[in-house]
């Protein structure tokens, strides 16, 4: 496992050229995480434990952030109407707006240490999608702009999330909670918090709530998983890449509530959990 993490991102690197700004940006930051993560899970598999099971239960067991509302739009937007009202010059002053509001909330986070950036979709993406809307796809692109909120851990996305809510409630019209349910289902090792906000003038608004270690696996399988802009090498490669994210979830579990990994399931079985493969849909993060 040690010589993979090095060979992938090189790959990625030169079979995606997108990949190349986003790993100048944020590569620094989160190269010493995944180095850290990879350790972790070889002393996971080391452990001999399940590697299924074992994290369906972790990412089950955070009753704190679990309970973080989930709910999707009460009053589902209209595609054509939010078609017709999309400007790339307005979602740049909406992005201008909510970054100086998301800034000053963020000031009463205390003393939770966080990350944030955002920006302004890629308008031919959007394009791109409606096109594929008029084209019979459903249409699940509601936010010109984007912004992410990263935190060391479970416990700081879960006070963050109830400030959030605080703060910006009168504006959160959605909230997609990943730990309470997952995509793909348990399996899809995806986890986060997805706000949209839905501002004065109608417009919408994300913020994601990661947490670092799965803002760097997400750096790094973004490509591949999501946008299937690269496909995997091998079998190994893929497999390799699906423990990193789910070492992860795990490690974030323990650090959140001290449970011992190794004893989640009992060694010399394995139990039936159900769940997708690891590509999952193309649905945004």
């Known amino acids: 496992m040690c010589e993979m993490r090095p060979m992938h991102i090189n790959y990625v690197a030169a079979t995606d050229p997108l990949f190349n700004g986003s790993w100048a940006m944020h590569g620094p930051r989160c190269a010493p995480l995944l180095v850290n993560m990879e350790r972790g899970a070889r002393g996971l598999q080391r452990q001999s434990i399940h590697w299924r099971c ?59 240490p966080y990350t ?9 993406g959007i394009w791109r999608r409606i096109k594929q809307w008029s084209g019979g796809v ?63 003038d109608e417009d919408f608004i994300e913020i994601q709530l990661v947490t670092a270690r799965r803002e760097a696996v997400g750096l790094i399988d973004h490509s591949v998983v999501l946008k299937r802009r690269v496909p995997f090498i091998s079998p190994l490669h893929e497999a390799w890449l699906r423990r990193l994210s789910w070492a992860a979830n795990l490690l974030d579990a323990r650090d959140a509530s001290g449970i011992n990994i190794g004893e989640l399931t009992e060694k010399g079985r394995e139990p039936n959990v159900e769940g997708g493969p690891y590509h999952g849909d193309a649905r945004r993060r």
């Open 54 to 112: 074992s994290h369906v239960l972790a990412t089950r067991g955070g009753a704190q952030i679990c309970g973080v509302p989930d709910f999707e739009f009460r009053v589902a937007p209209r595609p054509n109407i939010w078609i017709a009202r999309y400007q790339p010059v307005k979602a740049s002053r909406l992005f201008l707006h909510w970054s100086g509001r998301l800034n000053r909330c963020l000031r009463n986070a205390g003393s939770v």
């Open 116 to 124: 944030w950036y955002g920006g302004v979709k890629n308008p031919a």
């Open 138 to 200: 459903d249409f699940d692109l509601w936010d010109g702009v984007r912004f992410r909120v990263v935190v060391n851990g479970i416990r700081e996305m879960t006070a963050l999330a109830w400030l959030l809510f605080h703060e910006l409630g009168n504006w959160i019209v959605r909230c997609r909670n990943y730990y309470a349910r997952p995509r793909q289902g348990p399996m899809d090792p995806y986890r986060a918090i997805h706000l949209e906000l839905q501002s004065d």
